[in-house]
C-alpha cells in the first residue's frame, strides 16, 4: 500500500517540477491535457463505472464555460461569483437532462444525450443575442486566487494541476467507495440489482450529476485557459473526442482518462500540423480501437505492469 | 396468521395470449411451497410478476399482509423477499466474496457512501466470507465467479439470496442444469435452510422438489390445475394427466 | 426515405447506424457528380444508390460483423466510419455546396387546387410514398421479408431453419444504406450536397424514427410527415430556434413514452 502512495506522490512531483524544464508552449499543452483529462475522468463516471454511453457530454463543458463567459461579459462579475454559479446552474441542467435520458436506456438514452446535446450546440449557434453565434464570446480573463496572476502559464498549469488532482481524487474516492461497487453493479447486472434492492434509476441518475458537476469543472479550466469559447466546443465532434480519450484509454479504470486524454491532446496538436483532416484520423482511430483494442490502452499497461512486477491484489 | 405469500386472481396476456389465468395461491409462513407444471405452463411468469419484473393485468400479490403490485422491484428486497435466477445473472468478473458483498449492501443504508474506500479488510467482507461458508464455498472466496464451476456458481446465487436474510425465498430451478453430485450438494442446502424463511420454488428435478415440497401447486396453460398438500397433489389423477397426456 | 433506411437498419438489426447520414450524404455527392457528367437525374440516382448500397454492405460485413456482439461498439464504429466519411467528401469534392438541380420538367410549379405547389417536391412525396408501400411489401409479403423478420427474432433458429442470417443482415444494411442514397439524390435538389450535410440528416433520422417507434415501418412514415411540417413551419416562424424545435418532440416522446407512437418495443 505505502508503495502506491510514494509512487503517486514521485509522480506528482515530476509534474510539479515540470513547466521549469520547458518552454511556454509544452506547459500550455500540459495544460491542455489537464482539462481533457478531468473532461474524460467525468464522462467515464458515466460510461466507464456506469456503463451508460453518452454523446452528449460537451454539454456540460460548454454550459459552465459560457456561463462563466456571458457572466463575466455582461455583468461584469468577478470569477468567484461566475465560477460558482456557472457549477451550480451546470449541474443543475444536468440534474434536469439526466431525468430527462434516463428515461430510457441503451441506445435511445445515447440517443437522448445526443439529442439534448444538439439543442444546446443549436442554441449556441442560433441564439446569437445570447451567446454571440458562430463569433464566439472572446476578451475574458483569467481568475487571481488568493492575488497569483494566473496569465502567467506556470501558474496556470499549477492552477490546473491542483483543481485536477483535487477532482481526480475525488473521483477515485467515489469509485472505490460502496456507491461505487453498486455503480458497477448497475453496470454489470442490471435486474439482479434491482431484485437486490437496489434503485437502479437512482443511483445512475446521482451519477449522471455528478459526472455534469466534474464536466462543468472541466468546463470552467477551459474557458480560462483559452479565454475564449466557441459552440463548436458543444459539437458531436467533441463529445466524440471525449469518449474517445475515455475509451482508448480504458473504460472503467481510473488510469484510462488520463492515458486516454494525453493520446488523443498530443495527437491532435501534433498531427493538426501535418493532416487537415484531424475529423477523419479521430474516425479512424476510433473505428481501430472498437475493433482492435475495445479495452482500451489501461488494461494493456496494468497486463505488462504485472507481468514486469508481479503480482496482483485480490 | 398473516399470509406469508398471498397471489390473488392474477391475470396476464401478451398480445391475446394468456399466460397467468385466475392464478390463486397462499403460502403460509415458514411453508415449502413448490410449483410444477409442463414448460410453458407459465411458472416463470408468475414469478415475475411476484417478483415484480412483470406487470400483472389484474389481480394481487401481497407479501406478508402488504400490497406489492404497485412497488418497484427494489422495494420489494427491503420487505424481506429475495430470488435467485434460472439462468445465472451474477457478477461474473467480480469475487465471490465482492458478489456477497453486492447483495448485503443492497438492503444496508452504507450503499449510498460516496466517500469512503470499501476494501477488502471492510466487515462487510468478513460477513460475505460467513455466507459462503454456509453454502460451502468459504476457500473461494476470492476467486473470481467465472473461474468457478457451474454448481459452484448455484451455490453462489443461494449464497446471495440468503445473504439478505429474506423472509420469503423464491427459488427459480436451483437444481437446472447440474450434475447428480451437484444436484445432491444444492438440494441439501435448501433444505437445510431454516424454518424462518418460507420457500417457493420452482423446479423440473422431481425426486428432490417432491422430497422438498410440503405443497405443490401444479400450473399448465397459465391456469391452476392442482393446488393442495403434496401426497394429494402426487395422487391427483389431473396431475398425472398434464404430465402424461402430453 | 433516409428515416426508413434507419428504421430498417436500427428496428431489425438493433444498430443505431450512424453513418446514416453519410450515407445520405455520400449519395447526394455521388449524384451530383453524376449529374456534372451530363446524365439525367434518374440515371444518378440509380448510380447513387448502387454506391451507397455497396458501401453500405461493405461496412456491415467487415466492420460490423466483426462486433457482433457489442453493440456499443457498433454505434462507436459508426460514429467514427461518420467522421472519416465526411472528411473524406471533404476531399474528394471540396468544401463548397453543390447544386443538383432537378430535371427540366418538374422544375415549374403546379397548380392544383388553386394552389401553386413546388412540382419537384410533391413527386418527392410521391416516390417515398412508393417507397414505403414497397418496403411495407418487401417486409410483409415476401419470402426475403420473412426471412428477415425471423433472423430478427430468432437468430439461432433462423440459422438452424437454413436462413443464411449473415448474409441477411449484409442484405438489409444494404438496403438501408440504399434507401439513404436514394433519399440523398432525391433530396439533392431540395438542399444540394454540401459539407455538413451528414450532420444535418442524420438527427433527422434519429428522431423520425424514435418518434415514430423502434419496429414500425409506419410510425416511421407517420412520423417523417410529422418532423417534416414541424420543420418547415419551425423554420418560418422561427428561424433561429428551428434546429432546437426539432429535437422537442422526440425528447417528449421518449420521455414519456419509450416506445414511441408506434413502436413494438423500447429501443
Not at chain 3, 51 to 78: C, D, H, P, Y
Request: proline residues 3%.
Amino acid at each position: 500500500m505505502m508503495k502506491k502512495y510514494v509512487l503517486y506522490l514521485l509522480l506528482v512531483a515530476i509534474l510539479i517540477i515540470l513547466p521549469l524544464f520547458f518552454g511556454e508552449y509544452y506547459v500550455n499543452l500540459g495544460s491542455q491535457i489537464m482539462v481533457a483529462v478531468v473532461f474524460a475522468a467525468s464522462l467515464n463516471l458515466l460510461v466507464g463505472y456506469g456503463g451508460l454511453t453518452s454523446l452528449g457530454h460537451a454539454t456540460y463543458l460548454g454550459l459552465s464555460a459560457y456561463t462563466s463567459a456571458w457572466l463575466f461579459q455582461n455583468f461584469g462579475m468577478t470569477h468567484d461569483y461566475t465560477a460558482l454559479i456557472a457549477l451550480v446552474f451546470t449541474t443543475f441542467v444536468g440534474a434536469i437532462f439526466g431525468w430527462i435520458s434516463l428515461r430510457a436506456s441503451g441506445l435511445s438514452f445515447l440517443m437522448l444525450t445526443l439529442a439534448l446535446s444538439q439543442i444546446i450546440w443549436g442554441i449556441g449557434y442560433r441564439w446569437v443575442g445570447l451567446t454571440n453565434g458562430d463569433n464566439g464570446i472572446a476578451g475574458l480573463t483569467r481568475p487571481t486566487p488568493f492575488g497569483i496572476n494566473l496569465e502567467n502559464s506556470n501558474n496556470f498549469y499549477w492552477f490546473c494541476l491542483i483543481i485536477t488532482i483535487a477532482s481526480l481524487f475525488f473521483i477515485a474516492r467515489i469509485v472505490n467507495s460502496p456507491f461505487g461497487s453498486t455503480l458497477k453493479g448497475t453496470r454489470d447486472q442490471e435486474k439482479r440489482m434491482s431484485a437486490l434492492g437496489y434503485n437502479v434509476w437512482m443511483i445512475r441518475w446521482v451519477t449522471f450529476v455528478m459526472a455534469s458537476f466534474f464536466g462543468a469543472v472541466s468546463g470552467l479550466m477551459y474557458i480560462y485557459l483559452n479565454k475564449y469559447i466557441h459552440p463548436s466546443v458543444i459539437s458531436i465532434t467533441s463529445s466524440a473526442e471525449a469518449l474517445l480519450c475515455v475509451i482508448a484509454g480504458g473504460a472503467g479504470t481510473l488510469a484510462g482518462p488520463i492515458l486516454g486524454s494525453i493520446l488523443i491532446v498530443l495527437l491532435k496538436n501534433y498531427v493538426s500540423g501535418f493532416v487537415e483532416r484531424w475529423n477523419m484520423l479521430l474516425g479512424i482511430i476510433f473505428v481501430f480501437i472498437v475493433i482492435f483494442m475495445p479495452a482500451g490502452m489501461a488494461p494493456g499497461f496494468t497486463q505488462l505492469k504485472n507481468r514486469l512486477f508481479g503480482g496482483k491484489k485480490p | 396468521m398473516t399470509l406469508a405469500l398471498e397471489v390473488k386472481d392474477l391475470k396476464k396476456s401478451f398480445g391475446g395470449i394468456a399466460v397467468t389465468q385466475n392464478v390463486s395461491l397462499k403460502v403460509n409462513p415458514g411453508e415449502r411451497r413448490l410449483i410444477i407444471g409442463p414448460n410453458g405452463a407459465g411458472k416463470t411468469t408468475l414469478f415475475a410478476q411476484i417478483t415484480g419484473d412483470l406487470k400483472p393485468d389484474s389481480g394481487s400479490v401481497s407479501i406478508f399482509g402488504n400490497e406489492v403490485i404497485k412497488k418497484p422491484v427494489h422495494a420489494r428486497a427491503h420487505m424481506g423477499m429475495s430470488r435467485t435466477y434460472q439462468i445465472i445473472t451474477l457478477f461474473k468478473q467480480d469475487t465471490l466474496a465482492h458478489n456477497v458483498v453486492l447483495s448485503l449492501l443492497g438492503i444496508h443504508q452504507r450503499k449510498k457512501n460516496i466517500f469512503n474506500s470499501l476494501t477488502t479488510e471492510d466487515e462487510l467482507y468478513d460477513h460475505a466470507i460467513e455466507f459462503l461458508d454456509s453454502v460451502g464455498l468459504k476457500q473461494q472466496a476470492f476467486r473470481k465467479v467465472s473461474e468457478i464451476s457451474y454448481g459452484e456458481q448455484r451455490r453462489v446465487e443461494i449464497a446471495l439470496a440468503l445473504a439478505q436474510k429474506p423472509k420469503l425465498l423464491l427459488l427459480d430451478e436451483p437444481l437446472a442444469g447440474l450434475s447428480q453430485d451437484e444436484r445432491v450438494v444444492v438440494a441439501d442446502l435448501i433444505n437445510n435452510i431454516s424454518k424462518e424463511v418460507t420457500i417457493v420454488m420452482i423446479e423440473h428435478d422431481m425426486e428432490m422438489a417432491l422430497a422438498f415440497a410440503e405443497k405443490i401447486l401444479v400450473l399448465q396453460y397459465g391456469k391452476v390445475i392442482v393446488d393442495g398438500d403434496r401426497d394429494a397433489v402426487v395422487n391427483d389423477p389431473k396431475t398425472q394427466e398434464v404430465y402424461l397426456g402430453h | 426515405m433516409l428515416s426508413s433506411g434507419f428504421a430498417l437498419i436500427f428496428g431489425l438489426m438493433r444498430i443505431a447506424n450512424l453513418t446514416h447520414g453519410s450515407l445520405f450524404m455520400i449519395g447526394a455527392y455521388v449524384a451530383a457528380s453524376v449529374l456534372r457528367g451530363g446524365y439525367s437525374l434518374v440515371f444518378a440516382a440509380f448510380v447513387a444508390m448502387a454506391v451507397v448500397g455497396l458501401l453500405g454492405a461493405i461496412i456491415e460485413r467487415f466492420i460490423l460483423r466483426s462486433l457482433s456482439n457489442n453493440s456499443q461498439g457498433q454505434v462507436l464504429a459508426t460514429l467514427g466510419l461518420s467522421f472519416i466519411a465526411a472528411d473524406a467528401c471533404l476531399m474528394i469534392w471540396g468544401g463548397d455546396p453543390i447544386p443538383i438541380n432537378a430535371p427540366e420538367m418538374l422544375r415549374a410549379p403546379m397548380e392544383m387546387f388553386g394552389f401553386m405547389f413546388p412540382t419537384y417536391r410533391l413527386v418527392v412525396l410521391l416516390i417515398s410514398m412508393i417507397c414505403a408501400v414497397l418496403l411495407y411489401l418487401l417486409m410483409e409479403r415476401t419470402r426475403l421479408g420473412a426471412m428477415i423478420r425471423a433472423g430478427v427474432d430468432d437468430m439461432q433458429m433462423a440459422r438452424a431453419v437454413g436462413i443464411p442470417a449473415s448474409r441477411l443482415f449484409t442484405i438489409v444494411f444494404s438496403l438501408g444504406a440504399l434507401m439513404a442514397g436514394l433519399g440523398g439524390t432525391v433530396g439533392g435538389p431540395m438542399l444540394n450536397a454540401y459539407p455538413g450535410l451528414d450532420a444535418d440528416m442524420l438527427p433527422l433520422a434519429l428522431i423520425v424514427v424514435i418518434l415514430g417507434g423502434v419496429g414500425s415501418l409506419v410510425g416511421t412514415f407517420v412520423a417523417s410527415f410529422i418532423i417534416g411540417f414541424i420543420y418547415t413551419f419551425g423554420i418560418a416562424l422561427v428561424p433561429d430556434l428551428a434546429y432546437v424545435i426539432l429535437f422537442l418532440p422526440m425528447v417528449f416522446v421518449i420521455a414519456f413514452r419509450p416506445s414511441g407512437l408506434f413502436g413494438t418495443m423500447r429501443a
